[in-house]
């Protein structure tokens, strides 16, 4: 294997196992909710405490990058998670809980823009759309994988301390062998010559090359994780108001990763053929429709309408994320990278959060009626975008 490839498939690996962690906890949530007692809105903190973390440290990381190089933050980052993990497997009540996992997303912050600019400067003479398809999709991958093992075990009668436990201790062994295999290729070292950011004044300092796109690119991704957010969230508890148990309720998650990981993948191909904003708008509409569909249709047709809807729901990232790089300088790929993923944090907070509070005032239903509303403001947005990526692709 190429030492291209290689460092690919680890960035992949780091993103896959990061994603798949935090995602775990859509499946975990409604079992701590039982064990601890936890209404809808204390849910949704527990959640946000974990994405908190990342989008207070998700910049930072990046600068930090720039100075110590990405490798050793990288493996910083997951024995960050390792031991919050473990720690959850100790707590006595809510605070424990948002303490515990607030310290994984602090693990976690220290892995999106890192890998993305690893990769975005290995392959950045030729392939780097691709590789960066390939990275995102390697993320649902994780989730997918982590969601499944997590609601399988739990379904078999596993006590989730123990799975949890497992995970901590796999986030050290990927820490030695992402640490080891980084340093044989001699990639993310610590830079030679540092960016003199002080001497950039003003937005430029970031590498941000038209502020009206990036403006209106930003929203479209807070507003899109979200709902995202929110949504796989809550899916679960919607389930099981549907009449559902518990750990078939937790299935349905799974099953709508499984259209996430297809559709982050496939989407990029989307938006070549289509256009960023074409594309979009279609992927959105879907998004709005297959929520307010899951929501009114009986529990066998929504369970085979969740691979569809997760399709769409998690896809437009790969639309979003994929215009960064139009729009962010080749030297400012670590801060521009987490600056964007900052804006997802604090998405992911926000929608957990929010939808929770409409939950516990007004019901489950109405929360998704709102996020369906919600997922199709980024169409009007997209048209902000369109002369940024016009004087992108006229250069």
């Not at 518990?246 to 989307?270: E, P, W």
Request: hydrophobic share 50%; aromatic share 10%.
């Amino acid at each position: 294997m190429s030492k291209r490839k290689l460092t690919l498939a680890m960035c992949s690996s780091v993103h896959g196992f990061q994603d798949g962690l935090s995602s775990s906890l859509y499946i975990l949530l409604p079992v701590l909710a039982q064990t601890f007692g936890l209404s809808y809105s204390q849910v949704g903190m527990i959640r946000a405490s974990n994405n908190s973390a990342m989008l207070l440290f998700e910049i930072p990381a990046g600068i930090l990058s720039e100075r110590f190089g990405e490798r050793p933050l990288l493996t910083f980052g997951l024995v960050c998670a390792g031991i919050g993990y473990l720690s959850l497997t100790t707590a006595s009540g809510f605070l424990t809980v948002v303490l515990s996992l607030f310290l994984a997303g602090f693990g976690a912050a220290f892995q999106h823009s890192l890998s993305s600019s690893i990769i975005s400067k290995t392959f950045q003479d030729t392939g780097r759309r691709s590789a960066l398809g390939i990275y995102n999709s390697a993320g649902d991958g994780g989730k997918l994988t982590f969601t499944g093992c997590m609601s399988l075990a739990l379904g078999m009668g596993a006590a989730w301390q123990h799975v949890v436990t497992g995970f901590g201790l796999l986030a050290f062994l990927m820490a030695t062998v992402l640490f080891i295999t980084l340093y044989q290729l001699d990639v993310g070292n610590r830079p030679t010559s540092q960016v003199n950011s002080e001497a950039v004044p003003g937005i430029k300092r970031w590498g941000i090359r038209d502020r009206k796109g990036f403006t209106a690119l930003a929203l479209m991704v807070f507003l899109d994780i979200s709902v995202q957010g929110g949504f796989l969230t809550f899916l679960a508890f919607l389930m099981i108001e549907k009449q559902v148990p518990t750990h078939l309720a937790a299935f349905a998650v799974v099953l709508t990763l499984v259209g996430g990981a297809f559709g982050k993948f496939g989407c990029g191909f989307l938006a070549e053929r289509l256009g960023v904003i074409r594309s979009l708008c279609l992927i959105e509409c879907m998004t709005a429709a297959g929520i307010i569909t899951v929501l009114l249709s009986p529990t066998l047709v929504a369970y085979c309408l969740l691979p569809v809807l997760g399709f769409a729901l998690q896809g437009s990232s790969s639309i979003t994320y994929g215009t960064v790089g139009d729009l962010i300088k080749g030297d400012r790929q670590s801060r521009g990278f987490g600056a964007i993923y900052s804006i997802a944090s604090a998405a992911a907070i926000s929608g957990p959060i929010g939808y929770g509070l409409i939950s516990d005032q007004f019901g489950l239903s109405m929360a998704m009626l709102a996020m369906a509303f919600v997922v199709v403001l980024p169409i009007p947005l997209s048209l902000l975008l369109r002369p940024a990526l016009t004087q992108k692709f006229a250069q």
